[in-house]
C-alpha cells in the first residue's frame, strides 16, 4: 500500500533523511519513532506531499505522491500534530466543509454521519468546534482525517495533550481503524506506540535505524541470554539453589513480589540452557515456579539503546538488519535542527465532555 524507495531530504548541507526505504502493508498499523530533530517530522511531511524529497519517491497504492499527487493524496487522510480546525465553524459546518474541499464523491449526509458515528461525535455534531475540549477537538481531527473513506492514516502525535482516560479512547479507536486502513503513527509515548502498533520504524539522524516488531528488536539487541524467575519459597534457600545449578554464573535478587514470592536473574553460563534444571531443583524442594521467561528489553529500552547519540546511527542499522546506509549525515546548525524538531506536548486536559456555554473550553 506505501511504498517509500530510497528517501532523502537535505536542507543545505544538512542531510536531515538519508535513504529511507520501507513499505508498510494494507491493514498494518506502523508506529514511527525519532528523537526530536532525528528527520520524522520531515519524513512525515514528505509522505503526505506537504514537502517534496531531495530524492528517491513516495508510492500511495501504485501512485506516486508527485508525479500522481491527486490520486496519491486522495488515499490519504492526515491529522497533524495539530488538527487543522476552524474554530468559529460548528462541527457539521466544518465536516462539510471537508467533504467538499477534497470533493467527495460518496453520499455526503451519509458518509459523514458514518464518520461521526465511528469517532463517537454525534453529541457535539451542531457545536462550536471553540468550545469542546481537547479530547473531542482530537476526534474531530481524525473525522475529517476519515472523510472520503482513505486507504491510508497518517496521524502525527494524535493524543498530545490528552488526559489519560481520553489517550485510552484515542487509542482504541486507532485500533479499530486499523482493522480497515493502513495506519502510520507517530508518537514520542512509547507506550502508545507497543500498545496499538504491529511494527515500529525508528529513525536516527536522518537514518532508518529499525524496521521490526518490538518482540523481534528486543531479542536483536539482547546482549545476553539471562532468564527471569518468580518463585514462591524462602529467598535465601531459593537464591542459594539457583546457584548451585549447574551452567549458572550468577543470581541477583530482584526483590519481593505478591503471594510471598521472590524474582531473581539467572545469568547462565555462555549457551547453557539451564531452565530444565531450574525446574526439577525446584520441584523437589517443593517450591513453585510461577514464572520463567527470558530477560527480554521493553520498548523503551529498546529506543535509548537504538538512538544512543555515542553510537554511528549507520552501524546501528546494520546490527538490526534495517537497510545499510554509506553517507554519514552531516551535522546541522541550529537554525536547520529546529526545522525538523517536533513540537512538545502540552499538558493533558482533564476532562472529556463538550462544554456546555461559548465562552469556556474544557480539557485544556
Keep these: 500500500m506505501i511504498e517509500v524507495q530510497n528517501l532523502s531530504k537535505r536542507y543545505g548541507s544538512h542531510l536531515a533523511v538519508d535513504d529511507v526505504s520501507f513499505q508498510v502493508k494494507d491493514g498494518e498499523i506502523l508506529g514511527f519513532l525519532g528523537p526530536n530533530g532525528a528527520g520524522k517530522s520531515t519524513t512525515m511531511n514528505i509522505l503526505t506531499g506537504y514537502l517534496s524529497a531531495t530524492a528517491g519517491s513516495v508510492k500511495i497504492d501504485g501512485y506516486d505522491i508527485l508525479e500522481n499527487a491527486n490520486e496519491a493524496k486522495r488515499r490519504i487522510g492526515y491529522l497533524p500534530e495539530q488538527p487543522p480546525l476552524y474554530l468559529d465553524m460548528t462541527v457539521k459546518e466544518y465536516l462539510n466543509f471537508i467533504f467538499g474541499l477534497k470533493k467527495v464523491k460518496l453520499p455526503k449526509e451519509p ?71 493502513t495506519v502510520i503513527l507517530s508518537s514520542h509515548i512509547l507506550s502508545e506506540i507497543q500498545a496499538v502498533c504491529d511494527r515500529i520504524i525508528v529513525i536516527n539522524r536522518g537514518v532508518m535505524i529499525a524496521d521490526d516488531t518490538p518482540d523481534n528488536l528486543a531479542r536483536t539487541l539482547s546482549s545476553d541470554r539471562s532468564l527471569i524467575a518468580r518463585v514462591r519459597g524462602p529467598k535465601s534457600d531459593v537464591q542459594r539453589l539457583l546457584n548451585g545449578i549447574p551452567g549458572v554464573q550468577k543470581v541477583s535478587f530482584l526483590g519481593p513480589r505478591e503471594g510471598n514470592a521472590s524474582e531473581f536473574s539467572i545469568e547462565p553460563e555462555g549457551e547453557a540452557d539451564v531452565r530444565p534444571y531450574i525446574f526439577d531443583r525446584l520441584a523437589d524442594r517443593h517450591w513453585t515456579l510461577l514464572m520463567l521467561r527470558p530477560n527480554e528489553m521493553d520498548l523503551e529500552q529498546i529506543f535509548l539503546r537504538l538512538t544512543d547519540s555515542t553510537l554511528d546511527p549507520h552501524e546501528v542499522a546494520k546490527r538490526t538488519h534495517a537497510a545499510p546506509l554509506a553517507e554519514e549525515p552531516a551535522e546541522a546548525s541550529g537554525e536547520e535542527q529546529a526545522a525538523d524538531t517536533d513540537t512538545q506536548p502540552e499538558e493533558a486536559g482533564t476532562e472529556e465532555a463538550p462544554v456546555d456555554t461559548e465562552t469556556e473550553k474544557e480539557g485544556e
Aim: charged share 25%.
Design 111 to 181: 458518509h459523514i454521519q458514518e464518520v461521526c458515528r465511528l469517532v463517537k461525535i454525534q453529541d457535539v455534531y451542531n457545536r462550536l468546534i471553540k468550545n469542546l475540549s481537547k479530547g473531542y477537538r482530537q476526534r474531530v481531527g481524525i473525522a475529517q482525517a476519515l472523510i472520503g473513506n482513505p486507504d491510508v492514516l497518517i496521524l502525527d502525535e494524535p493524543t498530545v495533550g490528552l488526559d489519560p482516560k481520553q489517550i485510552i479512547e484515542i487509542r482504541s479507536l486507532i485500533k479499530h481503524l486499523g482493522r480497515s486502513h
